[in-house]
C-alpha cells in the first residue's frame, strides 16, 4: 500500500482474504486502467521458511485464477501475473531466482507455455526477461502506448 500511495495509485478498500479483494477488482476494474493486486499468503509462508504453506498458499492462489481470468476484458485489458521477487521456503527469505511472468491480452495466444511455472514460462514467448522490460510489455499489450518504447 505504501509503494501504491508514493506511486500515486488510489488504494481501495477490501476486505480481508482473497476472494473479496477479487470482488473488489470486479466491482473497480470498469472505473480504472490499471489495477495492481498482490497476493501476499505465499511471500509470507516463503519467508517463515514453511514449504508446505506455501505450497498450500500457492494452491489457493491457483484456484482463484479462473475467477481472475474472468474479469479480464481480452478486448482491451491486459492481464499480468508475476511474482515481485521470489521468496523460497528453504531460504526463508527473499533471493535472487527468477520469477514467472505471464501476460494475457488480445495480443498474445498463449505461445510456447503448458503451466504458470518457472521452467515453463522460461520456455514460452516471453523467455527469460529483466524485472525492468515488464512495464513497457503490460502497457503495449494494454494498448496504452502511441507507438512501442515511446
Not at 12 to 39: K, M
Not at 135 to 148: I, P, Q, T, W
Amino acid at each position: 500500500r505504501g509503494l501504491a500511495r508514493l506511486a500515486g495509485m488510489k488504494v481501495l478498500s477490501t476486505g480481508q482474504d482473497f476472494d473479496a479483494e477479487l470482488d473488489t477488482v470486479a466491482q473497480a476494474r470498469d472505473d480504472h486502467d490499471f489495477i495492481f493486486l498482490h497476493y501476499k499468503p505465499a511471500d509470507g509462508a516463503g519467508e517463515d521458511g514453511s514449504f508446505d504453506d506455501k505450497v498450500a498458499r500457492l494452491q489457493e492462489l491457483d484456484s482463484r485464477i479462473p475467477r481472475l481470468v474472468d474479469l479480464v476484458d481480452t478486448g482491451g485489458d491486459a492481464l499480468v501475473v508475476a511474482g515481485d521477487h521470489s521468496t523460497p521456503a528453504s531460504m526463508a527469505g527473499h533471493s535472487w531466482h527468477a520469477v514467472p511472468l505471464m501476460i494475457a491480452s488480445s495480443w498474445t495466444a498463449g505461445q510456447g507455455s503448458r503451466a504458470f511455472t518457472e521452467r515453463e514460462c522460461g520456455n514460452g514467448a516471453l523467455g527469460r526477461l529483466n524485472a525492468t522490460d515488464v512495464m513497457l510489455l503490460a502497457m503495449a499489450h494494454a494498448g496504452k502506448l502511441a507507438k512501442f518504447g515511446a
